[in-house]
């Protein structure tokens, strides 16, 4: 495996954190004012579309999106390095129009949909005129199996017709809203990975209806945020069915690779980033007549991070290696694995942070909380790591059969 980075990513490397240093870093507290001086948090602040537009005018828009002409051209491990730079800063993905959920869905439209469906949803998705949001778990069953899901996607004639109730919908909180990719049961009674399909249903549709917001640790995640939404009778056009009826759990396998490894990647910069900061506070703060960073145990601290954040980016290279040479599928082990291990390394990371912080550890002064709810929420999100291990396991054992 050769991690080497060309001189494309090498230049795309060098801009993307100039770009970072000069735009997004002085603007991040501008984001958060106009965020909070608006009436309502549930709308972008204006300095968000400035540095969208910035993103394109400097050529680093679409960054993902591997084998397709649509994006950069870039391979996962290619792209890695990039998405670890985004994920230093919690607004900078959105910029660069490489946030979730909209990678995940832009990705599976670009695999799965039809041209029609394209031009319609994935365009202006890929333009970043519209945002999008995913619904598949659900509040009253264990939505860790995909197979559990109890949403009904019913043929009628010319259509389909949407029962059920979804929740932690990322991104349904946001007005520039305007499709949803839901997954649910359209043939109950058949083989059990081909009950589920997916289908495409714009959010004004009637019938949807937003119930709630759902805070993360108390964080809100305006202006996108997650709801739990109801399907009420919702009726769609059979056109909006994504590949064909019965293809859900095979979609929903192929979009959350991608999804997955991203995480994992955005997770390695923000560890970085809250070691950088670990640091620099050991370094300007003494007890006991001497500087935090000549105690041993702070020693150790650092030592550690540094130890098993370059141990999380060598295993998250090697499933975008095989993502890429042999897909997603054989790749499972990979991917299972490092989304098991980025959340909890980002966990013990940010934990000693707040640590060598203090009591600032855990205010609003510093990012490191908000930090560590995001990554303690990526133990969850995209399947929990019982899950994952479970799945490690099994192809293990599969091996002296």
């Not at 695999?111 to 365009?123: C, F, G, I």
């Not at 399909?197 to 549709?205: F, K, N």
Request: charge should be negative; charged fraction near 30%; aromatic fraction near 6%.
């Amino acid at each position: 495996m050769d991690f080497g980075k060309t001189d494309k990513v090498k230049d795309l490397e060098e801009r993307v954190w100039r770009f970072m240093e000069e735009v997004i870093d002085p603007n991040e507290k501008v984001y958060e004012e106009q965020l909070n001086e608006q009436s309502t948090r549930w709308q972008s602040p204006p300095i968000m579309e400035e540095m969208k537009q910035q993103a394109k005018d400097a050529g680093l828009w679409n960054l993902f999106l591997p084998e397709s002409e649509l994006g950069a051209g870039l391979t996962n491990v290619e792209y890695a390095p990039l998405c670890e730079i985004m994920g230093r800063s919690s607004i900078a993905p959105e910029v660069f129009n490489c946030s979730a959920p909209d990678t995940g869905n832009m990705e599976t439209l670009v695999r799965y949909a039809s041209e029609e469906q394209k031009k319609q949803w994935l365009e202006p998705l890929l333009d970043g005129k519209i945002r999008s949001a995913f619904a598949m778990t659900e509040p009253n069953i264990a939505s860790s199996d995909a197979t559990n899901i109890e949403t009904h996607i019913k043929k009628d004639g010319d259509a389909y017709i949407i029962n059920g109730r979804k929740w932690w919908t990322s991104g349904i909180m946001d007005p520039r809203c305007e499709i949803m990719i839901v997954m649910g049961k359209s043939d109950p009674d058949g083989p059990k990975y081909t009950q589920q399909s997916m289908i495409l249903v714009p959010r004004d549709t009637p019938g949807v209806t937003v119930h709630r917001h759902l805070p993360v640790f108390g964080y809100d995640d305006a202006p996108e945020g997650h709801g739990e939404v109801e399907f009420d009778n919702v009726r769609v056009p059979a056109s909006n069915i994504l590949w064909d009826e019965g293809k859900g759990f095979a979609i929903a396998q192929g979009r959350l690779g991608p999804g997955r490894i991203h995480h994992c990647m955005r997770l390695i910069g923000l560890a970085e980033k809250s070691l950088e900061a670990m640091c620099e506070r050991v370094q300007d703060r003494s007890t006991f007549g001497k500087q935090l960073s000549e105690q041993g145990v702070i020693q150790e601290w650092i030592a550690d991070s540094r130890i098993e954040i370059e141990q999380a980016r060598l295993l998250t290279m090697k499933a975008a290696y095989m993502m890429d040479t042999v897909g997603n599928k054989e790749g499972r082990t990979e991917i299972a694995m490092i989304k098991v291990v980025a959340p909890n390394m980002a966990l013990r990371v940010i934990d000693r942070a707040i640590q060598a912080h203090g009591g600032a550890g855990v205010s609003d002064d510093f990012p490191l909380a908000q930090s560590w709810a995001k990554a303690r929420t990526l133990r969850l999100a995209d399947g929990p790591d019982e899950v994952h291990r479970r799945s490690v396991g099994r192809l293990e054992l599969k091996k002296y059969r």
